[in-house]
């Protein structure tokens, strides 16, 4: 599995042969201006919730690609009624996709659409395929977070560390331990000013605990 970072909350995720887009914020993001969004693949896109700064690029994505979009009920049901291919999903539930299994799992946080119309409940997805992985989407730090080590021997957990709309580093490092990874790759931080981190603390912070925090350059990639 190779995931990369697109800045923000965005990633390209490949496994078994298909491209996953997740909440793509990229064309009004000053720290990804160099990334061409005409060019990324995509045979799915997921979403985390309906705030602005997660699905800026969702149309545009999906024109170019005819990706599936996987989110909540509301999300999906949105994006359905504009004619793009969708799959609705709720808290709890998994589903066998192509690439391998979805579940989309619970976060503590807000999901109306920038016009302030209903996006249902947030969430996270926990991804079962060549490797295991948990997004976390934009959530604080929650005890459900312990359910997702009873079901899946995660490889990694992708989590917000910019504090303010979510958790901050500190909480994300607890939340390390909860969902029982020893990687951390850090998201939902530095984009605007309320979210503006220091890296070296919060690298501090996780190897403290023993874990391993990851930052990536807007564009670059880890091999999970
Ligand atoms: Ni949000
Ligand atoms: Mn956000």
Do not use: C
Request: net charge negative.
């Amino acid at each position: 599995m190779k995931i990369k970072y697109l800045g923000h909350a965005s990633l390209a995720i490949e496994t078994n042969g298909k491209n996953i887009i997740v909440d793509p914020f990229i064309t009004e993001n000053e720290l990804a201006k160099h990334i061409d969004v005409t060019a990324l693949k995509a045979d799915y896109i997921l979403i985390t919730h309906a705030h602005g700064d997660h699905i800026t690029d969702v149309e545009l994505i999906a024109k170019n690609t005819g990706a599936t979009i996987v989110s909540n009920a509301e999300i999906a049901g949105h994006y359905q009624a504009k004619g793009f291919n969708t799959h609705p999903m709720n808290h709890g539930g998994s589903w066998n996709f192509d690439f391998g299994k979805v579940r989309f799992v619970n976060a503590i946080h807000s999901s109306s659409f920038p016009d302030g119309s209903y996006g249902g409940q947030p969430g996270g997805f926990v991804i079962e395929a060549d490797k295991k992985i948990y997004i976390a989407g934009d959530t604080a730090l929650t005890y459900d977070m312990k359910l997702i080590p009873l079901r899946t021997k995660l490889d990694l957990a992708i989590l917000p560390i910019g504090s303010n709309f979510t958790m901050d580093d500190e909480d994300a490092a607890i939340a390390a331990e909860y969902v029982q990874v020893t990687r951390v790759l850090g998201y939902h931080y530095d984009t605007f000013g309320y979210i503006k981190i220091n890296h070296e603390h919060a690298k501090q912070v996780f190897s403290s605990k023993q874990k391993e925090l990851i930052l990536l350059e807007v564009g670059s990639s880890i091999e999970v």
